[in-house]
């Protein structure tokens, strides 16, 4: 039974970078069916899609967040990461790590529904 | 973006009953739509993906239909079990994908 676990520090100082690895058990990181994505989700609010990383490297991140992150792969490991940085108390929120499900391809980007979620952890972010 | 406007944003009803969660999108998604549940400290479960196609596990009581911009969720006789808060995911473009609000299925 495929497993992702979040890992990282539960508190931030605003400014500073957020940074949280998923390690995943029982699959296949670099299966060409799936895509490793992480979520958002603020207290008591809703689902924020933050971005994607193929096996390959390949990213595609949400705009509204693009130019403070990055997802990065390590394949050996079987890990993601992602690096949050400039963070304010505005990124406070539960992170959730998934594995999306391709469905198809749209001329320039992936189709995908997410079918298995980490725990999540809390990031904090505060001095 | 795509705009996820889901209804009611709450809802209470009885166990045994049959529920409907709308979703609405602002501009047309096909059939690109997957729903999904959460419980309270818990991550989001699929239940549907495609509209209408129920994720291996999941009760046959739950149901998805539509296409375009309106698409429902469908819960045949309430167990004890569902009630959480239900979320949809548009998944037709990267722009980026989004969610709608939740709809809170509270007990009556």
């Known amino acids: 039974q495929l497993q992702l676990q979040e890992s990282g520090p539960g508190l931030v100082k605003p400014s500073e970078t957020l940074s949280l690895t998923c390690t995943v058990s029982?699959?296949?990181?670099?299966?060409?069916?799936?895509?490793w994505g992480w979520i958002r989700q603020p207290p008591g609010k809703g689902l924020e899609w933050i971005g994607s990383?193929?096996?390959?490297?390949?990213?595609y991140y949400n705009p509204s967040l693009k130019s403070r992150v990055t997802i990065s792969v390590d394949t050996s490991k079987k890990q993601f990461s992602l690096k949050l940085s400039s963070v304010t108390a505005a990124d406070t929120a539960v992170y959730y790590c998934?594995?999306?499900?391709?469905?198809?391809?749209?001329?320039?980007?992936?189709?995908?529904?997410?079918?298995?979620w980490g725990q999540g952890t809390l990031v904090t972010v505060s001095s | 973006d795509i705009q996820m406007t889901q209804s009611p944003s709450t809802l209470s009803a009885s166990v045994g009953d049959r529920v409907t969660i709308t979703c609405r999108a602002s501009?047309?998604?096909?059939?690109?739509l997957a729903w999904y549940q959460q419980k309270p400290g818990k991550a989001p479960k699929l239940l549907i993906y495609?509209?209408?196609i129920l994720q291996s596990g999941v009760p046959s009581r739950f149901s998805g239909s539509g296409s375009g911009t309106e698409f429902t969720l469908t819960i045949s006789s309430l167990q004890p079990d569902d009630f959480a808060t239900y979320y949809c995911q548009q998944y037709n473009s990267y722009v980026p994908y989004t969610f709608g609000q939740g709809t809170k299925l509270q007990i009556k």
């Open positions: 998934a594995r999306g499900c391709y469905e198809f391809w749209s001329g320039s980007y992936p189709g995908y529904y997410f079918d298995y």
């Open positions: 501009q047309s998604i096909s059939s690109w």
């Open positions: 029982d699959a296949s990181i670099s299966s060409s069916s799936y895509y």
């Open positions: 495609r509209a209408f």
């Open positions: 990383i193929y096996h390959s490297g390949s990213t």
